[in-house]
């Protein structure tokens, strides 16, 4: 938890927003023809989420929170910042060792953010070690989204 000035918010309504958040944004990206007003408030809701789990939430969380915010940058042709926040989700589970699903799904997310600024020969790199990485993925249905996943964004590398 970081030092934080005495707020009105409790520990508990801050993980229930970061979690209500999250579902938000992630319901915008499934959304299949959004507006540029549903654009901007997908990011908000990313960051917003992140925000509260940066309240009262681990490294996981954070981890978590920056692959949220990048897939969303990506989303939207932002792909600085989604690369940024790409960057920071992997370095954080490099640091903290989250395991293959959340380190195959960070390179998946620094592929996207690639993909987006047309650095298509490093999107294909990361795809790559995302591939690797995610076969060390226990749970069938975990891999079976990355590979889906990945499957999507290989055809848009290689088009």
């Known amino acids: 938890m970081h030092d934080r000035p005495a707020e009105i918010i409790e520990d508990s309504q801050h993980t229930d927003l970061a979690k209500v958040l999250f579902n938000r944004a992630w319901m915008l990206l499934d ?22 789990w940066l309240q009262v ?13 990048a897939r969303c940058c990506a989303a939207v042709d932002r792909g600085h910042e989604a690369l940024h ?3 920071r989700c992997l370095a954080s589970c490099q640091q903290h060792d989250h395991g293959p699903f959340d380190l195959a ?25 995302a591939t690797i990485k995610g076969a060390a993925i226990e749970s069938d249905d975990d891999r079976n989204w990355l590979t889906d996943n990945l499957d999507t964004l290989h055809a848009e590398a290689t088009a």
């Open 31 to 52: 959304t299949a023809r959004r507006s540029p007003a549903q654009d901007d408030e997908m990011v908000a809701a990313a960051h917003a989420s992140f925000w509260h």
């Open 57 to 69: 939430g681990d490294e996981r969380n954070f981890e978590r929170g920056h692959w949220l915010i």
């Open 85 to 87: 926040h790409a960057e």
């Open 105 to 129: 799904f960070a390179h998946e997310a620094r592929a996207r953010a690639l993909l987006t600024l047309g650095r298509h020969d490093e999107a294909i790199d990361a795809l790559n070690i």
